[in-house]
């Protein structure tokens, strides 16, 4: 797979952060385990300083509560905290983030619609835009599923963080 060249990165520094902000529909179980997995990863290389992650949700049924009880039970099997408290993906949200990670073409298609035109369109990608293994393009729901599909959601998603930080670390300036 050709990784994709993200047209909006910039020079990233302490003092100007990259702002990254993955979105699934509810923001109970993808969304928030990319982001509990991003900052994982971004601690780990010790690089929390220059990034600032976030998730969010194209609708708000879910607003106010905590990620999903599988996703949370899944990641803290590999030492990664879900902390995030859903919200809802705001228009607002384009004009602030550096980068915006759709988990399927659904949530994808609502955000650049969301970016109305031509304006913001260079910041929205697909999460598995960034996955070495990519056997679809799409990050799958796995709300209605057995505890198996949050495991494959865990495995999907840090895949692709570990990716994408490989290309976004490359334009950190220490």
Same mark, same amino acid.
């Given at each position: ?5 993200i ?8 003092e100007? %952060?990259y ?41 708000a ?20 905290k ?42 929205i ?16 729901? %796995? ?28 334009h950190?300036?220490?």
């Amino acid at each position: 797979m050709a990784e994709p060249t993200i047209q909006s990165i910039r020079k990233i520094t302490t003092e100007n %952060p990259y702002r990254v902000c993955f979105v699934c529909l509810g923001n109970i179980c993808r969304s928030p385990t990319a982001e509990g997995v991003m900052q994982h990863e971004v601690l780990q290389q010790s690089l929390g300083s220059y990034f600032e992650i976030d998730s969010a949700g194209t609708a708000a049924y879910h607003v106010g509560e905590p990620a999903n009880s599988k996703s949370r039970k899944v990641a803290e099997e590999y030492g990664v905290k879900l902390l995030s408290t859903a919200r809802k993906f705001e228009a607002s949200d384009l004009d602030y983030y550096d980068l915006v990670l759709a988990m399927d073409r659904q949530n994808y298609h609502n955000i650049k619609h969301l970016a109305g035109g031509e304006h913001h369109h260079e910041k929205i990608y697909m999460l598995r835009d960034f996955d070495p293994q990519p056997d679809d393009d799409e990050v799958p729901d %796995p709300y209605y599923g057995g505890i198996n599909g949050f495991y494959h959601v865990f495995d999907v998603v840090q895949r692709s963080c570990r990716n994408l930080l490989d290309q976004l670390k490359q334009h950190v300036e220490k």
